[in-house]
T-cell receptor, first 118, second 112 residues
Framework: GAGVSQSPRYKVAKRGQDVALRCDPISGHVSLFWYQQALGQGPEFLTYFQNEAQLDKSGLPSDRFFAERPEGSVSTLKIQRTQQEDSAVYLCASSADLIGTANTGELFFGEGSRLTVL | KQEVTQIPAALSVPEGENLVLNCSFT??????LQWFRQDPGKGLTSLLLIQSSQREQTSGRLNASLDKSSGRSTLYIAASQPGDSATYLC???????????WGAGTKLIIKP
């Protein structure tokens, strides 16, 4: 596609529900990132994929958070048993580059999925 | 540990003024620096990316500079317009590392 697409744009969940957030990166982009952004703050890194391999999940706040990218394209961020502190905007970004290559490293973001946990 | 700071946190200026947003970082071993714009309730739009070997990048009324030795980047906006109102974030990518380290942003309001 022309840009990074995320769905749903808005999600309201009751505490304890499971949610799944989808990211369609720019076609052909190798690298895919998930970020969490609280109101009035910069994004916080969650996890990184290079193609289908999840190379870093050190930013996931708990084992209730799980991300996958099984075919190296679309990615899903799943949050189990949601808590109120999970309320945030979840941003997906993609990049054409690989670590250590000569590409620019420019990151392109989707519009985010705003999760509200009641 | 790399730290990125943006000052001021908020800025309000009349339409038509030229203005400068600041971004400073503590570790000069960066791979690149990227400026983003974020409108309320929206995602991040990439404005300019400066590689570590570059001094500046320009796009329309925007000009971003980079001084690695002093750990500073500036985003210059010429002839500001109300449509420029948004939060501007800078993010630094370190050498051989994919992670971005973010500033907290500068909220810019351009008054008509």
């Amino acid at each position: 596609g022309a840009g990074v697409s995320q769905s749903p744009r808005y999600k309201v969940a009751k505490r304890g529900q499971d949610v799944a957030l989808r990211c369609d990166p720019i076609s052909g982009h190798v690298s895919l990132f998930w970020y969490q952004q609280a109101l009035g703050q910069g994004p916080e890194f969650l996890t990184y994929f290079q193609n289908e391999a999840q190379l870093d999940k050190s930013g996931l706040p708990s084992d209730r958070f799980f991300a996958e990218r099984p075919e190296g394209s679309v990615s899903t961020l799943k949050i189990q048993r949601t808590q109120q502190e999970d309320s945030a905007v979840y941003l997906c970004a993609s990049s054409a580059d690989l670590i250590g290559t000569a590409n620019t490293g420019e990151l392109f973001f989707g519009e985010g999925s705003r999760l509200t946990v009641l | 540990k790399q730290e990125v700071t943006q000052i001021p946190a908020a800025l309000s200026v009349p339409e038509g003024e030229n203005l400068v947003l600041n971004c400073s970082f503590t570790d000069s071993a960066i791979y690149n620096l990227q400026w983003f714009r974020q409108d309320p309730g929206k995602g991040l739009t990439s404005l300019l990316l400066i590689q570590s070997s570059q001094r500046e990048q320009t796009s329309g009324r925007l000009n971003a500079s980079l001084d690695k030795s002093s750990g500073r980047s500036t985003l210059y906006i010429a002839a500001s317009q109300p449509g420029d109102s948004a939060t501007y974030l800078c993010a630094v990518r370190m050498d051989s590392n994919y992670q971005l380290i973010w500033g907290a942003g500068t909220k810019l309001i351009i008054k008509p």
